[in-house]
């Protein structure tokens, strides 16, 4: 119940805070470059298959996550360090710079593979991802951009919420994936990477 309530207090405030700021992305490349280009690279476009890419990522989404890693809500042990006394302000503006980042698919993706595409377009369909992603995938608010990630990356992210082992602003990303089989996750996290 305690988690609960910290998730809402924050969930709250961040909910109001996104609309009225945009950060200063200046600021924000100052603070990435200490904090953030080891791991999620300069300009946002990891070459680590398990890591996010972040540019072009919408700012709503990476201030929430930002939060989320702050706060102690979310638990990823190589985003505690980075995300350590940041304040609101050096969270918005890294989540501009990020933002105004042109966004391009990885260098190392994956060939496309006809029958994974297939499947993973019914799965989506089926599973009205381009509902709230919109139906370029690209995102909107604190809904993330899925393209130009990391098919593993988002392999790995999506088992995670089918297995309930991520915190998200809500439940709705847990039931989306939930009794996907493994291969399922497979094919839409291929299908998915794919798309331009």
Known sequence: MRLSAALAAVLGAAAFAL???AGDPARGAVIAAERCAACHGMDG???VAEIPRLAGQQAGFITLQMILFREGIRQ???MQTPTEKLS???VESMAAYFASLPSAPP???TPRDAALMARGQAISAARNCGVCHLPNYAGRAQMPRLTHQHEAFLAHTMAEY???NRVGIDTQMNGAVQGLS???IAALAHYLAHQD
């Open 76 to 78: 990823v042990p190589a």
């Open 88 to 90: 609101d302000t050096d």
């Open 107 to 109: 260098e190392d993706r």
């Open 182 to 184: 493994d291969a399922d």
């Open 162 to 164: 089918r297995d309930g």
């Open 19 to 21: 609309p009225a700021t």
């Open 45 to 47: 476009k990891s070459s």
